[in-house]
C-alpha cells in the first residue's frame, strides 16, 4: 500500500507556470507508475500525464502535450507536474495516482490509490 500527497498548487495568472509534487510514503514509487489526473467543477476526472516505473516511458493529454512535462524521482518517491504557459481552462484539483502494474495508464478505474488532490487556478 502507498499513501500520496500532493503539493504546490495555488493562484497564477495565464502564461505562468506551476510545479507540482506528488510525495509517497508507504511501498516506493518505484513499485508503481504514476498518473496525474485532474477534475474540473461538473466534470469528470480526467487523464493529463503518466509515468512508467523507470520513467523511461510518458504519455500526455492532447491539451497539456508540450507544455506540462511529467517526471519522478525515485530516490526520493516523489513525482512532479511541471505546468508551463497555463492557461484558465486548466483551473482544476490535480490528483496524483499510482498504478502497481508496468507501463502507462490514462483511465482513472486502472489506478489503485489517490492523493488527496491540490487546487490549481489559473486567472485570465
Known amino acids: 500500500q502507498v499513501q500520496l500527497v500532493e503539493s504546490g498548487g495555488g493562484l497564477v495568472q495565464a502564461g505562468g507556470s506551476l510545479s507540482l509534487s506528488c510525495a509517497a510514503s508507504?511501498?516506493?514509487?518505484?513499485?508503481?507508475?504514476m498518473g496525474w489526473f485532474r477534475q474540473a467543477p461538473g466534470k469528470e476526472r480526467e487523464f493529463v500525464a503518466g509515468?512508467?516505473?523507470?520513467?523511461?516511458?510518458?504519455r500526455y493529454a492532447d491539451s497539456v502535450k508540450g507544455r506540462f512535462t511529467i517526471s519522478r524521482d525515485n530516490a526520493k518517491n516523489t513525482v512532479y507536474l511541471q505546468m508551463n504557459s497555463l492557461k484558465p481552462e486548466d483551473t482544476a484539483v490535480y490528483y496524483c495516482?499510482?498504478?502497481?502494474?508496468?507501463?502507462?495508464?490514462?483511465?482513472?478505474?486502472?489506478?489503485?490509490?489517490w492523493g488527496q488532490g491540490t487546487q490549481v487556478t489559473v486567472s485570465s
Open positions: 508507504g511501498r516506493t514509487t518505484n513499485s508503481y507508475a
Open positions: 495516482a499510482a498504478n502497481s502494474g508496468y507501463g502507462v495508464w490514462t483511465v482513472p478505474h486502472e489506478y489503485d490509490y
Open positions: 509515468i512508467s516505473r523507470s520513467g523511461r516511458s510518458t
